[in-house]
């Protein structure tokens, strides 16, 4: 006899700056962080057609339209793209893996 019958376990690894966030969320909206964790994996395997999700994506897209048509996002780079144009480029990235690129550091040492 299985000792789970409508859930199956799974362990996650996280930084631990997002557990204690993620505790904080719980306990904030009296959920346990099982719960927490299952409305954020439903939420992301519904895609499109969960509101938010759409939301979140019209926000992204009305942001790349505005980074494309501003006056000064049109400064070419030596790539040949503009400013708008990389930024789109970043907002796309991030749309597929709805992860923040890594900082990096440019600058050139003193």
Sequence with gaps: MHRFKTVAPLMVYLPPDEVTELKKCAKAHGKSVSQIVREGVRSRLAGAENPYVKGFDDGLNAAMEIALKTKGAQMMFPSGKSFGELVRDEIDKFKLD?????ATDE???D
Aim: aromatic content about 0%; overall charge positive; proline content about 25%.
């Design 98 to 102: 709805k992860q923040m690129p890594e």
């Design 107 to 109: 600058r050139q040492p």
